[in-house]
């Protein structure tokens, strides 16, 4: 019998191996890998996200929940979306590298659609303008998707409509959280959206890197594009 340390261990190779930095190739075999126990893993790691950025969404989202088409942006099994549905809404495409991942996220029985496409070095296959809400949540960090990834999502966004990103916001991820905070900044410049809420949360995750303890603190960004 594993014991609760052990498999938060288990757990903890798994995300640092994840965090690395691999050719995307590399990423989307290594989430093929995890898929089946990825639901079971992150519940070990006590992880927050989902439905921290769900609620977030949801307090400001002002349109007809029945009907909006909501994007889940690296959508993995489908966590956000189920948040998401709990919370009123129904109408989800969901969009992921991983083969693995999206056939969790088909078996779900959540998404009308789903949508191969590694983020980043691939365009999303999406006309501009499409979904009242666009969500990305756990995967805009360092090794993961490219901050420039960032204005295709707020383009996918009908005017009115809303995105909501998050990042971590360890030592670790502090680089790229700075980069993706000069890039939303700049899309506000642009008048391309305006800043909604920045909830900046203490307990995101149990931290697994060896020079931190307990949680690690991350941020729900919401815009509305214009």
């Known amino acids: 019998m594993t014991s609760s340390s052990d498999r938060f261990e288990h757990v903890k190779a798994i995300i640092l191996s994840c965090h690395e930095d691999t050719s995307a190739e590399e990423k989307m075999r290594f989430y093929d890998a995890w898929a089946k126990s990825y639901d079971q893993d992150l519940s070990v790691l006590d992880y927050r996200a989902p439905v921290i950025s769900a609620n977030a969404l949801s307090s400001?989202?002002?349109g007809d929940r029945n009907t909006a088409l909501v994007l889940d942006v690296a959508c993995g099994t489908g966590l956000v979306?189920?948040?998401l549905r709990s919370l009123g809404f129904s109408r989800f495409v969901g969009v992921d590298g991983s083969s693995a991942m999206l056939e969790m996220a088909?078996?779900?029985?959540l998404y009308e659609d789903v949508k191969q496409c590694i983020l980043g070095s691939q365009p999303l296959p999406f006309q501009h303008?499409?979904?009242e809400a666009v969500i990305i949540v756990g995967a805009l960090s360092d090794g993961q998707v490219p901050v420039k990834v960032v204005r295709e999502l707020c383009m996918l966004t009908k005017?009115?409509?809303f995105t909501c990103l998050t990042t971590r916001a360890n030592r670790d991820n502090l680089?790229?959280?700075n980069s993706l905070e000069e890039e939303l900044r700049s899309l506000e410049q642009q008048a391309?959206?305006?800043r909604v809420q920045t909830l900046n949360v203490d307990q995101w995750?149990?931290?697994v890197s060896h020079h931190e303890h307990g949680y690690i603190s991350g941020v729900v960004y919401l815009f509305q594009r214009l």
């Open 81 to 83: 979306a189920k948040e």
């Open 192 to 194: 391309l959206w305006r």
């Open 129 to 131: 303008g499409t979904f």
């Open 60 to 62: 400001h989202f002002t």
């Open 205 to 207: 995750e149990r931290a």
């Open 106 to 109: 088909k078996n779900a029985g």
């Open 175 to 177: 680089a790229y959280k």
């Open 159 to 161: 005017p009115g409509g």
